[in-house]
């Protein structure tokens, strides 16, 4: 332990953000940083609890609670403490291979299951994992390692989000040559399109894929397995195929009027702007603006609040956020939401921040529904029509939404964006190899082994799973290389 009264001496601390009003005229990350004597601090207040519920790992309620890659966070936190960092980063890649990503973009259901977080607020772990690998580059101790010999196996790895480079990572380590496969024209899957610059910086993703290059790692880029490769080549020229293509099928929100011009899909529309920011810094004009546009976002997730940042850098007239679920309570729920569960409770991320800096309010609507978009007599979106609803259980045990009579509005928007989730991945390469699928025409293999009813071919992420964190995505390549590795050589060098 760091120091026996830590965490009853310092008070958590967390980095500053830039200020709302001027970060939305840019694109750049929003983040500031502690300096090493703060960071020293907050390590200082972590218990080395006899039982770490922080890298537990496990699904709880319906959401996740401690790390799901296991960190190793007492351990890393005594040593930065002790200010040695080289060894904290070595702590850190032991189970982490990203965790510039996950230090960036992950909600921290470490910090959720803390046990000081059961008498005061939790350790600030993120914000020391972030530092800890960014000290890492800035003193360059992270450097290409590439295996020492080749077992002559080789791998193909279709997808190149966090699961598929996790798994190519981990099954080059162990002496395999690995071929990624990507269909966008960047390596990275939703770390490269999909998450906006200001989240997560597309110079750190491609610095990790320039580090894994170095180490032998080939990519394939503007290549569909399915439409370009057919699926069965790779079964037949590979010894082993890992599918982490994601589950990037959006799920259909077909009211009347969704074929409106203005209605269309978040991910098309991050999506858009990202590519057009980093080939030509918006200026060539190839993605959907919402400059002087009403804007309204269905969906109150991460993917919503990342069009209201966007929608408001475009320079939009509004936004509105809306969600189909009720405002959360100010402090947690000891009943329903205990510890170590992810607390529940209302919080302002970086996008419904920089909302209520630029219009004065946060940009969200609660319980509330879209029943029909209306247009103009050019087929344009004009507005929304809407109803509030109360979530309800059946007596089937399955929720339900009722609608409020009385509570009808209509609100004008010219562009609406629809976030409401994914509906598994998509089929091309699940019907041409005939994979079992579950329920949820995710394919199906089980956790821990990964396999599944096609020989050589395994399948990890959100194409495995459904829609999930990117922390849950470099855990299950992780697992799945090592898995992999076992099928190639009776057993496995994989952690």
Wanted: charged share 25%.
């Amino acid at each position: 332990m760091s120091t026996p009264t830590g965490f009853m001496e310092y008070k958590r601390q967390l980095p500053g953000d830039r200020d709302p009003e001027q970060r939305v005229k840019d694109w750049e990350e929003f983040h500031e940083h502690l300096t090493e004597d703060e960071l020293r601090t907050q390590g200082a207040r972590c218990m080395d609890c006899g039982t770490p519920y922080c890298h537990t790992g496990m699904d709880m309620s319906g959401g996740t609670s401690g790390c799901p890659v296991h960190n190793l966070i007492p351990e890393w936190n005594n040593l930065v403490y002790r200010g040695l960092w080289k060894e904290a980063l070595e702590r850190l890649h032991k189970t982490n291979n990203f965790p510039e990503f996950t230090g960036s973009i992950c909600p921290a259901p470490c910090e959720g299951s803390c046990t000081v977080g059961l008498i005061g607020q939790p350790v600030t772990i993120k914000t020391i994992e972030l530092a800890i690998v960014d000290k890492g580059f800035e003193e360059g101790w992270v450097v290409p390692s590439p295996p020492e010999k080749r077992t002559g196996k080789r791998i193909a790895i279709v997808g190149s989000g966090p699961a598929g480079l996790a798994a190519a990572a981990q099954l080059n380590k162990a002496g395999h040559t690995v071929t990624v496969f990507e269909r966008s024209d960047r390596i990275g899957g939703l770390l490269m399109y999909g998450i906006p610059t200001m989240k997560l910086d597309k110079r750190v993703v491609q610095r990790r894929v320039d580090l894994l290059a170095a180490e032998g790692i080939e990519f394939v880029v503007n290549t569909e397995i399915g439409k370009d490769i057919p699926a069965q080549q790779l079964v037949d020229e590979y010894d082993a195929v890992v599918l982490c293509g994601g589950a990037t099928k959006a799920r259909r929100f077909n009211v009347e009027g969704h074929d409106l011009k203005g209605v269309m899909y978040a991910m098309d529309y991050l999506n858009g702007t990202i590519k057009s920011y980093l080939n030509s810094n918006l200026e060539d004009g190839n993605y959907v603006s919402a400059a002087g546009k009403d804007v309204i976002v269905l969906g109150g997730g991460d993917t919503g609040s990342d069009c209201v940042a966007t929608s408001l850098r475009h320079g939009c007239n509004s936004i509105t956020q809306f969600g189909t679920h009720d405002k959360a309570p100010l402090t947690r729920d000891p009943i329903a939401n205990p510890w170590p569960q992810f607390p529940n409770v209302y919080t302002l991320d970086y996008a419904q921040q920089e909302a209520k800096a630029v219009f004065g309010e946060d940009p969200r609507e609660f319980s509330i529904m879209t029943t029909k978009f209306v247009g103009d007599e050019e087929g344009n979106l004009k507005e929304l029509h809407t109803v509030q609803i109360r979530r309800m259980v059946d007596e089937t045990g399955r929720k339900i939404y009722q609608p409020v009579p009385g509570t009808e509005a209509v609100y004008p928007a010219q562009l609406a964006l629809i976030a409401i989730g994914f509906d598994g991945p998509e089929q091309d390469i699940i019907e041409q190899l005939k994979l079992d699928t579950d329920r949820r025409t995710n394919v199906k293999a089980r956790y821990g082994k990964f396999n599944t009813n096609v020989d050589k071919v395994f399948a990890a992420g959100d194409m495995r799973r459904g829609q999930s964190l990117v922390v849950w995505a470099i855990n299950e390549g992780r697992e799945a290389a090592r898995e992999v590795d076992k099928y190639l050589m009776g057993s496995t060098v994989l952690a």
